[in-house]
Nanobody
Framework: QVQLVESGGGLVQAGGSLRLSCAAS????????MGWYRQAPGKQRELVATITSSGSTNYADSVKGRFTISRDNTKNTVSLQMNSLKPEDTAVYYC?????????????WGQGTQVTVSS
């Protein structure tokens, strides 16, 4: 099993930047697809970005070009650099790790970190 702990959330003005970090411990980090999800008030949790063990990335259309996900397999961390933030980016951001072992899916979540973007 893997444990995930997010940090870096906070309050920023529209147009500002913020960098979220997620530290993983436990299982072999390098074998997991890592991602960031967010849940805005009154909305379902949505995928923001993912990154595979080899570094391939995927972004939601709403954040593409503004957010960058990265990982450091040596330090067992995944980060989300958020630039040009908009009020609609306000949400609780969750770190996610997933892996399939012999067709069995494993999915792990951090506790979340609040990001608030003021207009």
């Amino acid at each position: 099993q893997v444990q995930l702990v997010e940090s870096g959330g906070g309050l920023v003005q529209a147009g500002g930047s913020l960098r979220l970090s997620c530290a993983a411990s436990g299982s072999i980090f390098s074998r997991y697809v890592m991602g960031w999800y967010r849940q805005a008030p009154g909305k379902q949790r949505e995928l923001v970005a993912t990154i595979t063990s080899s570094g391939s990335t995927n972004y939601a259309d709403s954040v593409k070009g503004r957010f960058t996900i990265s990982r450091d397999n040596t330090k067992n961390t995944v980060s989300l650099q958020m630039n040009s933030l908009k009020p609609e980016d306000t949400a609780v951001y969750y770190c996610n790790g997933r892996r399939v072992v012999l067709t069995t899916p494993y999915n792990y979540w951090g506790q979340g970190t609040q990001v608030t973007v003021s207009s």
